[in-house]
């Protein structure tokens, strides 16, 4: 079993809608959850980390955890055309160690 | 500018040739990491390294090598390239190992191996 396993997509949304990427992970030892932002041709770019439980809200973007169900999500509001790209998460295991999912493709239309 | 630096960008070469990817980073970072990625199965970490001279295995270790002689060099070896080890491969640094900072990525190298 893979340590997360991510919804694949591909998303394609119209501008303005609320877009909703979510992630399962299998060891309930996790305590950090991360989700990377990758545009075509460019490597990941860190969007948002939170730890434990509840959510966390930067802009737009609210990220959540349910250790409960072992499930993490991000939120998306207002979505932009410029929010089109791959959304990755991502788990790191004492901060050496990160087991990325496989990310899922979102297409943000005007 | 603060960056992380991959050469070459594309490489096309036969199997069981020697090569060499190589990643530089100019902001005295601690930590280094290589990750390949492949469609469906996300990006797979292959080595990191915590500082000089210390390195150890992520999960796809197989048919690589890399040293960490300087700070700044973490170079990827694929000693005798297969057909299989085509992808797209990631180079990453933060400041230092074991802390939750973000990772800095390099824009990629795509490999193909005939």
């Known amino acids: 079993q893979k340590e997360v396993e991510q919804d694949p997509g591909p998303l394609s949304v119209p501008e303005g809608a609320i877009v909703s990427l979510n992630c399962t992970y299998s060891n309930s030892a996790f305590q950090y959850f991360m989700w990377y932002r990758q545009y075509s041709r460019k490597g990941p770019e860190l969007l948002m980390y939170?730890?434990?439980?509840g959510n966390k809200e930067d802009g737009r973007f609210t990220a959540q955890v349910d250790k409960s169900s072992k499930y993490i999500s991000l939120f998306i509001r207002d979505s932009q055309p410029s929010d089109s790209a791959t959304y990755l998460c991502a788990i790191p295991y004492n901060f050496n160690k990160f087991y990325f999912g496989s990310g899922t493709k979102l297409n943000v239309k005007p | 500018e603060a960056q992380v630096t991959q050469n070459p960008r594309y490489l096309i070469t036969v199997t069981g040739k020697k090569l060499t990817v190589t990643c530089s980073q100019n902001m005295n970072h601690e930590y280094m990491s290589w990750y390949r990625q492949d469609p469906g199965l996300g990006l797979r970490q292959i080595y990191y390294s915590m500082n000089v001279e210390v390195t150890d295995k992520g999960d796809v270790p197989e048919g690589y090598k890399v040293s960490r002689k300087e700070k700044r060099n973490f170079p990827l070896i694929l000693e005798s390239p297969s057909p299989n080890q085509t992808s797209l491969y990631f180079c990453?640094?933060?400041?230092?190992?074991?802390?939750?900072?973000?990772?800095?990525f390099g824009d990629g190298t795509r490999l193909s191996i005939l």
């Open positions: 990453a640094s933060k400041r230092e190992q074991g802390r939750d900072q973000p990772q800095h």
């Open positions: 939170t730890y434990s439980s």
